[in-house]
């Protein structure tokens, strides 16, 4: 599913974020890289997100080529990735009104959309609160929602940001089970984090980043 | 509903009162260019020192009420075939404010002393209810001098830079306010013609929009200066001509529209930098 090569990067500041990055991730398998803050765990994921282009090496998602992809093919690779990342906020109206939002921009009807929607919402443990609005979700619920964003229009692979970051032991392991939920319906999720791995995810192959490098 | 009015609804749905406060002085300062515009294009510049304007009279009949169109018919060609009148024009009922008259002939004679003869003529016919002589005919034309000319040029100018600048804060602030939309659509692979394209019709919209209001405007100001020639209205000889009003009205729509573009285009340039 995903084949990182020689994967290099500096930021805007000449900062050397990546150094000769190589992953593979196969279909369906869940991956967790860790890492210390300003690991560039966050970097590796807007790159495999295709939000920012490779600068020196390979990207390849579902066997292709990220930076060799026109504009049309690339726009198309996009919608099969879901993306949270860890500053993502939740817009004002209701948890169902949001993903609503995204089906229908991208083409839904609007009862499609809801469909996908309360599917999502069914995955991430949130239909109880479908009704409620973003901005009286618990951090949890907001993350659970956010989860439920990302995955609404069904994308193959799902790339999660720092999802356990300030987040209580048990709150981890329900964010945990959820991405475990998520995963057992044929995704393939590559997640980061920086703290302590949820016990649910404890079996899942885990690698290190750390100044730029990763090691299994 | 498409794609595109979702995101549309969803765009003028997110506008705060104070980005949508500055999008409606964008469009009022539309209207201001668009006034401008067809100020230059209604008013004549003043004749040369020692003429009058022009050599020719214009005078108004209005129509009885209760004529046929086929008199009315017969009264044109007779008009036509005059040889002291150069020009008639017939001007409708529904272009008129006043409601006792089925229409008007607009009447230029070929000379000036050719028309008090005319308007004896027309006075004495029993189809006509009443003839008034128009500004153009005593030379009391309202003139637009060369100095105010280019003060209105260097004010539609100022005003569509104005225009501009205030478009660029109302949008800035709609798109603030469409940020969280933007992200979800950026990080869903969304084409962003998908978010775009609403945000150049709100553009679009605005000249649209402006551009109508001035017509509403105009159009009136049109039909109470047909219907009283002896209105100060009556003294702007452009107002008098339906074919140069309907020219303004047609080149006001264009002007509104390329200039709504211009907006919606700096809006999708603020959207592109935005998203980037």
Known sequence: MVQVSELSHTDDDGIRVLEDVHLHVEREELVVIAGPAVAGKSTLLRLLAA???????????????????????????????????????????????????????????????????????????LTAKLATRAAELDQVDRLRAGLAVAICNEPLLLLVDEPFADLEPEDRDAIGSALLRIHAKGRTIIITTRGPIPAALEAQRTVQLADGRLTS | ??????????????????????????????????GAFSTLFLLEAPPPAGTTSGSEGELIAYLDAMLPTLDIEHLYVDLRNDPRIARVSYVLPQQLTRRDVSGAFIVATSTRPDTDSVAEDLAANPSIARVDRTAAHSGALAALPGSLRTGLLLGLLVGIALCLAVARFGLGDALRSFDGQLRILHLAGADPWTYYAPILALGIGCGVLASAAFIAILYPIHMAALSD?????????GLLDPARVQLVAVLTALIGISLGSLVGALGVGLAARRSA
């Open chain 1, 51 to 125: 939000q920012i282009p490779p600068q020196a090496g390979q990207v390849l998602v579902q066997g292709r080529n990220i930076a060799r992809l026109g504009r049309r093919k690339a726009i198309g690779l996009r919608r099969r990735i879901g993306y949270l990342p860890h500053d993502f906020s939740l817009l004002d109206g209701t948890v169902l009104e949001n993903l609503e939002f995204k089906l229908r921009a991208l083409g839904n009807f609007r009862e499609q959309a809801e469909e996908r929607s309360l599917i999502a919402l069914e995955d991430v443990g």
């Open chain 2, 1 to 34: 509903m498409s794609t595109f009015l979702f995101v549309f609804r969803s765009l003028v749905g997110s506008l705060r009162l104070r980005g949508a406060l500055l999008l409606l002085a964008t469009g009022v300062l539309m209207i201001c260019v668009l």
């Open chain 2, 229 to 237: 020639v002896e209105s100060p209205l009556g003294y702007a000889q």
